[in-house]
T-cell receptor
């Protein structure tokens, strides 16, 4: 069966360090992958999209990698700040339906 | 851009009742999707509309139904409410299939 796995344990890091979040998937052939940020009680906010033929995408302090052989995406936040504390969701977009399917998200806590 | 607006923000209903949730998405966003998010989980796909036609449905029973209107508004109807329907309901829209989704802040539904 199809599965998207994000670490259910919260990631705690110190301000200024690089946070790395992982999204693994099985039995998917995504056309692309999206990352979202979600704050408590709010809807997700779109951050980045990376296509299956792209290895890496950057936006300001954010970097996403996509390895279709390992079936894994890594999401990096460099020079992390307490304001980056939130839950980060990955979503796989199937090439047939183009409907995003979300993982459960990983909570990031950046300590000052 | 006006973003995605959902109403109401909170709602309490009794088991067995019916509910209608509303969404106003961004002008030009022909695709609208509805998601259910339980506490601590990722958003679960309910269904998607493209230009007023349903073009995808998740693993939800027929008592979950929807409509999309020409003015970029849409609604989610749930009949015969069950306690497990208590969740955050999110509406999301996108201008095309390879863009990220813009989410509303959601409607918190509590079924008692």
């Amino acid at each position: 069966s199809q599965k998207i796995e994000q670490n259910s344990e919260a990631l705690n890091i110190q301000e200024g360090k690089t946070a790395t979040l992982t999204c693994n998937y099985t039995n998917y052939s995504p056309a692309y992958l999206q990352w979202y940020r979600q704050d408590p009680g709010r809807g997700p906010v779109f951050l980045l999209l990376i296509r299956e033929n792209e290895k890496e995408k950057r936006k300001e302090r954010l970097k996403v990698t996509f390895d279709t052989t390992l079936k894994q995406s890594l999401f990096h936040i460099t020079a992390s700040q307490p304001a980056d504390s939130a839950t980060y969701l990955c979503a796989l977009v199937d090439g047939g339906s183009y409907i995003p399917t979300f993982g459960r998200g990983t909570s990031l806590i950046v300590h000052p | 851009e006006t973003g995605v607006t959902q109403s109401p923000t909170h709602l309490i209903k009794t088991r067995g009742q019916q509910v209608t949730l509303r969404c106003s998405s961004q002008s030009g966003h022909n695709t609208v999707s509805w998601y259910q998010q339980a506490l601590g989980q990722g958003p679960q796909f309910i269904f998607q509309y493209y230009r007023e036609e349903e073009n995808g449905r998740g693993n939800f029973p027929p008592r979950f139904s929807g409509l999309q209107f020409p003015n970029y508004s849409s609604e989610l109807n749930v009949n015969a409410l069950e306690l497990d329907d208590s969740a955050l309901y999110l509406c999301a829209s996108s201008p095309s299939e390879d863009y990220g989704y813009t989410f509303g802040s959601g409607t918190r539904l509590t079924v008692v």
